[in-house]
Structure formats: C-alpha cells, structure tokens
C-alpha cells in the first residue's frame, strides 16, 4: 500500500527522507528541494525538542531528525498519517523559475555536490562533458521523467505526491512568514507574527530571485512551462519570470 503514494515519481528512500511526521502533534510535511525545506525544519525540530533537554545539530541530518519516518510507521498508521482527518498534511513550493535558478547556483556550480555528479552522470549520454551552462541545466532537467530528476529540481506536484496526498496546505516561499503563522496555528494551537519567522536557515543563499533577469531566455522559459506546467497550474504560478 505504501508504494502507492510515490510510485512512478521517485524511489522509496526519497519517500523516507522527505517525509517528516509528528506523531505528537499530529501532523504530515513533505520537504521539497529548494522550497525552504531547510527553514521549515528548523521551526518543526525546535517546537518538537521543547523540554526535551536535547538539541539537533543539523537539518539535513535524517537520522537524528525528532520527526519520524514512512519505514517507522505500520501500513495501518501510515495511511492513517497519509490520507486520515487526524493528521494536518503540508508542504511548502516554490516558483519554478526562481527554483530552478536557485538549484543552478547552488547545486550545479558546485562541482563537488552529490546533486552536481548526479546531473554529470545523465548529462554526459547526452554529449555533456565540461560544466554545464543554466541552458545546458535546463534543457537536460526538462528531458528526464519525474522519476529521474533529482529531487532539488524535480517537478513539485510530483515530488510532493499531490496526484496520491491530499494536502491540507500548501505554502509558498515567496509568502513563507505569512504561511507559517497559519501552519503554526493549526499544528500547535499558537499565535504568531510574520515577525517570528523571519529567519532564513538554508545553508545556501543564491540571491537567485534578484538575479532572474540574466538567465531566462525565451527558449528557456518555454522549455520550462512546458516541462513544469503542473507545479505552474496546480499551485497559481505566473508563467512568466518577470
């Protein structure tokens, strides 16, 4: 049963790594790549190790995250987290011209990135051998299957399982303050400002919104509206950049 929510979108393991689940307060976030999944956690571990007396060294640490995973959790209480009304289900997405941008920077310049090597691995049948330009990035991303696709630049509506997951919201990066004051209110049953959730704890910051200009070209921002048309329908996109 449990394969039903991630067949043909990517493999088990992204399942359990990207799914972060309270069983205490009772609720369900599917971290997307580049969609302020770093922040999203920080705010989720610190409200989690409240009188715990323990504290997490990092995010991106899975093993030691104070949320637990799909592989923990009996089919019966899986699909109960999945799919009941007793659990809150969110996620946070991303504009995908900005997204995308942001991977290129971050994850595609840095030759040394698992990510990067990935890309190189598929990009190299397709006669890539040197570094890739944002051109060169785009137009192999927008030739692989959602399941190829690494999860940083991997379609969201597929990412997130939305054809399988019945979110309850979906909040947006470019509203992140905002959005997280309506999730923390229904989570945890507590009034907060926009002002309370201003930190940005990606470990990367691109500056990829302000920089968006120099890189899209009309070949490219075709390409990708057409690749990514779902994340642009499904979650009221503009399909323009600028």
Known sequence: MRNHYFENVKIYK???????????N???????GKAANSTVKHYLYTQELIGSGLKY???????NSPLVSPYQLSD???????????????????????????????????????????FMRYA???????????????NVICTQSDKEQNNHWRVQYSDAMCAAVKY???????????????????????????????ENKSPSK???????????????????????????DYFNYSKKPF
């Open 14 to 24: 992204e399942f359990n790594s990207h799914s972060y689940i309270s069983l205490k």
């Open 26 to 32: 009772k609720y369900y976030f599917h971290s997307i």
């Open 57 to 63: 060294k990092t995010v991106h640490d899975r093993l």
């Open 76 to 118: 019966d209480l899986l699909n109960s987290v999945m799919s009941g009304d007793e659990y809150f289900r969110f996620t946070f997405v991303r504009n995908p011209f900005s997204r995308l941008l942001s991977c290129y920077l971050d994850r595609l310049q840095d030759q040394k990135s698992a990510p990067y090597k990935e």
């Open 124 to 138: 190299q049948n397709l006669g890539i051998i040197q570094q890739p330009s944002f051109s060169d990035f785009i």
């Open 168 to 198: 309850d919201f979906i909040g947006k990066q470019e509203t992140f303050a905002l959005d997280m004051t309506k999730v923390w209110k229904i989570i945890f049953g507590a009034e907060k400002s926009e002002k309370d959730f201003q």
């Open 206 to 232: 691109t500056g990829s919104s302000e920089a968006i200009k120099s890189y899209w070209s009309d070949d490219l921002i075709e390409l990708v509206v057409q690749r990514y048309s779902q994340d642009f």
